[in-house]
């Protein structure tokens, strides 16, 4: 397969699901692991609106967000690997009747996988 088809079929640009911004709202400067807040604008079809959730990453917070807008996506396998330009994220992901690969890829290891997990929901929805 081609680098282009891959990135195609595993990391799709286009799909029912979109993440658009993206932060983590609260200035918590304790450190170990604790609930933080994040926001992200989500949109599902036509629909956009904005999600808040509270958990101790934000892998786990978009996964709570998505899942309180009727998308299940677990993640059953996950790797990250560095090159020279960013950061590639590879998930396994499942909605309970499927599983589904898919990749990120971003300038750094918090949007790559964000990314990816977007991706893998996409490909599960088209399942």
Not at 3 to 11: C, S, V
Not at 17 to 41: F, I, K, Q, V
């Amino acid at each position: 397969m081609s680098p282009d088809a891959f990135e195609a079929t595993y990391a799709p640009a286009v799909g029912p699901l979109r993440l658009g911004n993206w932060e983590c709202t609260d200035a918590s400067t304790r450190s170990g692991p604790h609930a933080r807040t994040y926001r992200a604008t989500i949109a599902i079809g036509d629909r956009i609106s904005t999600s808040t959730a509270a958990a101790t990453g934000p892998l786990a917070a978009l996964t709570a967000m998505l899942y309180d807008r009727g998308v299940a996506v677990e993640m059953l396998k996950f790797h990250q690997l560095k090159g020279d330009d960013g950061i590639a994220t590879f998930i396994r992901g499942t909605d309970g009747a499927h599983d589904e690969w898919a990749m990120g890829w971003a300038p750094d290891a918090t949007q790559s996988a964000l990314r990816a997990v977007i991706a893998c929901a996409n490909r599960l929805s088209a399942a």
